[in-house]
């Protein structure tokens, strides 16, 4: 399976502003998934995309796809207080018929009332 | 709506000691996973489990880990004999035949 590394590693926001964190990976994907994990506890998921969707939306998500570029975008509208927490990104490979998922470091962000 | 739990939260144990952490994935739920988060690190696969067998392993995985599904509901994971570097969050997962996989709250394990 192949990781996916998020940029920036952390982001501070106030409320109310978008949030756009990105994901780029290295070899082709069947589908890309975003998670949030809040401090300490269990990762919650948020969206999946697959190979051949270019955009993607659930409620204030929009992720975007570009297999091209092997990058992927989350965006937050309006953020609020409760989406202080931390983004990840797994590509998930045609090969991988486990769905094993594979994180990076993640993006940290926070969102100031 | 259906949630994956895991029991104990917290667990502390000697090292050397032998621990089992349990998992019980959403009931229809056909492949079950187990993760760990060191402290400040990613979070990294151990194992999956389809058909009452190990689908996939990480070089993590090694003889001191084993899985099992015991009955229709649980899934545990054993550490044989513990060592401190074992301290971690571990987090089970579960999914049924789409690619979404839902966590579980995990639990926190500390080897002293």
């Known amino acids: 399976s192949q990781q996916g590394e998020e940029d920036p590693q952390a982001l501070s926001i106030q409320e109310g502003e978008n949030a756009t964190m990105n994901c780029s990976y290295k070899t082709s994907i069947n589908n890309l998934q975003w998670y949030r994990q809040n401090s300490g506890r269990g990762l919650v998921h948020l969206i999946l995309i697959r190979s051949n969707e270019r955009e993607k939306h659930s409620g204030r998500l929009r992720v975007t796809l570009d297999t091209s570029k092997k990058s992927s975008s989350l965006l937050i509208t309006a953020s609020r207080a409760a989406d202080t927490a931390s983004y990840f990104c797994?590509?998930?490979?045609?090969?991988?018929?486990?769905?094993?998922?594979?994180f990076g470091g993640g993006t940290r962000l926070m969102v100031k009332p | 709506e259906p949630e994956v739990t895991q029991t104990p939260s917290h667990q502390v144990t000697q090292m050397g000691q032998e621990v089992i952490l349990r998992c019980v994935p959403i009931s229809n739920h056909l492949y079950f996973y187990w993760y760990r988060q060191i402290l400040g690190q990613k979070v990294e696969f151990l194992v999956s489990?389809?058909?009452?067998?190990?689908?996939?392993k990480s070089e993590i995985f090694d003889d001191q880990f084993s899985v099992e599904r015991p009955d229709g509901s649980n899934f545990t994971l054993k550490i044989r004999s513990t060592k401190l570097e074992d301290s971690a969050m571990y987090f089970c997962a579960s999914r049924l035949n789409q690619e979404t996989q839902y966590f579980g709250p995990g639990t926190r394990l500390l080897v002293l």
């Open positions: 797994a590509p998930v490979g045609f090969n991988n018929a486990g769905n094993m998922l594979t």
């Open positions: 489990f389809y058909n009452n067998e190990i689908s996939e």
